[in-house]
Every structure is written in structure tokens, then in C-alpha cells.
């Protein structure tokens, strides 16, 4: 597969590295990754991390919050590439595990993980309700699903603000509403199902990225990646923006717990 055909390739990972931080691929950077986890105990536990990206927070899990193992998971060769070498980098490839995988099962036997996370990377998964029940069935009893995507207020035709939205990504979204993933959730067999919206910190994250964008980053940007690739992240997140403070495009912490 040629680069161009992966929606993760090598020019995208190095721009939103630039705008997120080294090794994150979605917003907050580590701060916000981490916040997923509020209150868990990652200490000597053995993750699975869904769209592990390029590993920064594999990494993260592993030396900053003391997990015993990390296996990343992802579907484009690229990103599994830059993950494998931050994790060799680190000196801890004998605690992170990077495999590139096809959409599907996730091939794990059962109750195989203490914990399974995912940051901003399960809106690429169509089947929310498949999805639930595959991560309990690889969870331990007692484990915990904590993850992060970006949802849709509902489940209704998108507007024609978001459907503007979505096909400036171009990154083959399959969004779904919070009131749909606490159903696939709790059929699965979830309990102490939790869902906190992120719109309110996002839509002032993302006028400060946009202003970024195109205000006194544009320059070295443009320069860095190209002036039509700027041009047209400046086209994408004019549209972002616009969904996010209609409330529409609604990222969510999500966490379910496996029961004993």
C-alpha cells in the first residue's frame, strides 16, 4: 500500500505530532489522555490499547503510570511503525507490544486485559454494539473499558453542517451518539457505565488550534507540510468548529466496568 492510501500516513502523523504533541495523534495531548483514566489504577496492569497511533501513550502508560504491559493495536502500517520505535526509543519494548491488526474480532482469548483504552480512534469502528461485546469479552472480570471518541448529539441524518464536517476529515468517521454507546455498553454487560461530554473544553481547544493554524504557526506550517495541505486543515477545522459549538460534535469520555 502506497502512503497516500493509508489515512494515517507519515505527512499527517508528523502535523498532528506537531499540533498535539510528540506521539499524539488527537487532542489534549497527554494531559488529556491521561484524564481519561481518572480515578483507575493502572498500576500492574496489562492494557490493550485500541488505535494505539504512533505510542506515545503506550509509553506514557507504561513509565509514567507503572502498567505491567501495554499491547497497542492499529490497522494502518505507518502509525505501527512510528509506535514500535517510541517504544524501542523508550527502552521498553519488553513491556509494549505494537501489532498491526484488520478491522474485526480482536483475536484475544478471553478475559485477557485488566484494563481496555482507546483515545479518539473507535469512531473508525461502525459497529459500536460489536465493539462493546468484544471488549467485555476480553476483559477480566472486574476490568474496566475507559476510553475517549468523538460522538454525534444524535442518531438522526447528520446536518448539513456536520455532513460538511465529516467529508472535510475525510478520515472515514463512523460517529455515533452518546445515547447509542450507553445502550451497546450496557447490552453488553457493562455496569458503573459513565459518560462526561468534552464539548465545552473542546470548542476552545479547537479556535485555539485553528488560530494557530492559521494565524502565527501558518508560516512555518506551511513551509513544514505545504500551503494547500494547511489550506485545507484551515477548511477542516473552520467546519469542526462550527459543529462543536452547535453542540452536534460531542467527544466523550466513556468507561464501563466488567462485573466480578
Known sequence: MSDSEY???????????????????????????????????VKGKRILDIGCGSGAIAVMLVRDLGAAHVTGIDVESPVCAAATSRAEQAGLSDRITIREVT????G????????VYSKDSIIHIPDKEALASEVFRILKPGGWFAASD?????????SPEMQA?????????????????????DRAGFTDIALNNRNPWYRVVARDELARLSGPDNARLSATYGAGFIASQI??????????DS?????HHLRGRRPF
Open 150 to 158: 468523538w460522538l454525534i448529539a444524535h442518531d438522526d441524518t447528520p
Open 247 to 251: 453542540g452536534e460534535h460531542c467527544p
Open 7 to 41: 489515512l494515517y500516513d507519515d505527512l499527517h502523523i508528523a502535523f498532528l505530532e506537531d499540533l498535539w504533541g510528540e506521539g499524539y495523534l488527537s487532542p489534549g495531548g497527554a494531559e488529556e489522555a491521561a484524564r481519561v483514566l481518572d480515578g483507575l489504577d
Open 103 to 106: 478491522p474485526g474480532p480482536f
Open 165 to 185: 464536517y465529516i467529508k472535510a476529515e475525510a478520515l472515514d468517521f463512523a460517529m455515533a451518539s452518546p445515547a447509542r454507546y450507553r445502550r451497546a455498553l
Open 108 to 115: 484475544f482469548p478471553d478475559a485477557s486485559f485488566d484494563i
Open 235 to 244: 477548511a477542516t477545522w473552520q467546519a469542526m468548529t462550527a459543529v462543536l
